[in-house]
């Protein structure tokens, strides 16, 4: 059995939440944007636009246990691939969500540009 959650939060280039959260409550996806925004200023890159869909699978496993898995995929404007997917990184390890849930649960970063 699994059961997948998704939520898509569309923030503006220049980082303002339009009231778009299109999620139960968008932390973690408003969370993950925000370390993106960071990880990008620190590098002194600029991003255009930045999307993130979040994809939260509830699992029961062969051992009869519950369990959570989830794929981050920003696509960030104004950046080629490689370095969304180094900024998707970046934020991984600058997140508060990711930082709490960090080996107990699976985590697929699947950044692209815009």
Known sequence: ?????TA???VDGEGRNGGRVRSAD?????????ALRRAASLRKVRLT?????AEITLTHGDDGEFGLS?????????????????????AHQICPY???TRGNIPVTLNASAA
């Open 98 to 100: 990711s930082k709490a």
């Open 70 to 90: 989830a794929v981050l995929a920003p696509v960030l404007g104004g950046v080629d691939q490689a370095t969304a997917q180094e900024l998707a990184e970046a």
């Open 8 to 10: 898509v939060v569309d």
């Open 49 to 53: 636009s930045t999307t993130i869909t």
């Open 1 to 5: 059995m699994a059961v997948t959650y």
């Open 26 to 34: 968008g932390l973690l996806e408003t969370s993950f944007l925000g």
